[in-house]
């Protein structure tokens, strides 16, 4: 079955859901407006319909080699990743200044969302290099600016991230990759990184490299780290590739998923970088990039939930099995649980991920720094409820296949093995929800208080005309509000062993507001009848959710080493 992109129900949620229309009435955004948003949703669905969609299987058939240094990409991901560049999907939101569209980060995640569906593996390498172009925008010298961005927003070279080491994963502070000055300007970068997306490819002239490292005076820990540009060719002022830079790819990993997306072991030799940012300040600059990359790997999820969703939706209406009015295994109660699953949970996480997107956009077109502290508090949401969306929707995507959903040829089971890692990556799930409880809720809960007054308005709002939906939701935001209480006052460990399930719970119950927004903009129809479904069955979940999340961490190490052995 052939992906469709969904752009109805994304303009259905600009419009009606994640209020689009402020940042579309900002002056920093005036060009987004009703006509740009279609033009653009529907030129960037029909490429992810005809290019891209055909390269899921075969980069799931012919993974990505090593062939004598070389990596030899999958059949046809060139021109996807040409097709890709072309259209300027790569910088939609970059500044036009070096060639970027100036896009609302918000139509970026839109368009972000429906490459993931067609076929994650090509999409993480234009998720790659927009992070990267956001790091270098923020951080970098003019000179540098001028020489790499044009080249990246063009598609023309490629960008990676590399934090990762074997000793340094979810503690990236313990990373010992070196940088020695040369004494012209530049650092000599020595050091193994692992597990590196898109660490080469076969098919731009150019693959730009952001390594973390250490100078030789660093102090130990994240607050020594700087961060380095190193190209795999180094460029001349024109901006022409010239001679190898000491860099290589060691080995490709053998994966679970995600094959077409070659997965690198990168060995650095001396190799030449140019600091980005200042000397011991790279992770300021890298979280720019991890940001970034942490909204886009939710949206990652999201993306393979829809197309997932719509493959078992296709399977199951031509499946007969039982005795059914349709004739099709769709009257059976349980396929619709499932269905309607699949499709509530991605509507919540993608009204989540745009909402997310449009506090972007208002802090970029507004500087108040009560959208800063908005997208800063729901991107740890976005990531782990997105990535969890897009695990759980594939999972009951192979479930509504029955057997054929365990039979590759259907392509159900690829859903589930691809979009697996993105829970883990940029940033594990864990790591997240004590991003959340942690420094997220350090300003005393501050930002959470005023969303949740937001919800509560609406939901109160909606009482009159909703109650049968309107009184769960304002519930569940109380019951969210004394949880978030309990987390501001209680010590790390405490707020730790409960993070994970508060952010879960903070993610049932927003999406539960931003399905009522959607029920009050379309009554009596789809939107209305998706959100009873929700808010009845699905939002129940926050309750044993919130209440797992203030139990503290004395029952969980009261369980020894001894107790936990096999
Ligand atoms: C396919 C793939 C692509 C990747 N792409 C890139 C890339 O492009 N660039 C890059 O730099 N890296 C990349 N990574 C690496 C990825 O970001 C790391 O795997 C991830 O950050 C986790 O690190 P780790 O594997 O060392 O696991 P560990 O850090 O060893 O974690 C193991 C478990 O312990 C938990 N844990 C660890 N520390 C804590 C803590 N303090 N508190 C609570 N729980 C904790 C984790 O949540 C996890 O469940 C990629 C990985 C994969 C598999």
Known sequence: MSYRAPVSEIRFLFDHVVGFDQVSATERFSDATPETVNAVLSEAGKLCEEVLSPLQRAGDLHPARLENGIVRTSPGFADGFRAIAEGGWIAIAADPEHGGMGLPMAMATAVNDMMSAAC????????????????????????????????????????????????????VGALITKAEPKGDGTYAITGQKIYISWGDNDFTENVCHLVLARLPDAVPGTKGISLFLVPKRIPNEQGVPGVANGLKVVSLEHKMGLHGSPTAVMQYDGATGWLVGAEHDG????????????????????????????HALAYAEGRKQGRTENNSITDHADVRRMLATMKADTFAARAIALANAVAIDMETATGHADWAARAALLTPITKAFGTETGIDVAELGVQVHGGMGFVEETG?????????????????????????????????????????????????????????????VWQACETLRETTEWMVTKGAQDRFAGSVPYLRGFARVLGAHFHLKAARADRAGKHERLAAFYIHRLLPEHVGLLTHARQGADDLYALSMDDLAA
């Open 283 to 310: 992770m300021r600059a890298m979280f720019t990039m991890m940001n970034n990359a942490r909204l886009g790997v939710g949206v990652q999820g999201i993306g393979v939930a829809e197309g997932a969703y719509q």
């Open 412 to 472: 159900a089971a690829q859903y589930s093995r691809d979009v697996r890692v993105t829970a883990i990556y940029e940033g594990t799930n864990g790591i997240q929800s004590m991003d959340l409880v942690g420094r997220k809720l350090m300003d005393g809960g501050e930002a959470a208080y005023r969303l949740l007054d937001e919800m509560e308005a609406d939901a109160e709002a909606a009482r009159a005309d909703l109650p049968d939906l309107a009184e769960p």
């Open 120 to 171: 994650l593996s090509i999409q993480l390498a234009p998720l790659m290099t927009q992070g990267q172009i956001e790091a270098l925008e923020h951080h970098a010298s003019d000179a540098i600016k001028e020489l790499y961005l044009p080249k990246l927003i063009s598609g023309e070279w490629m960008g990676t991230m590399n934090l990762t080491e074997p000793q340094a994963g979810s503690d």
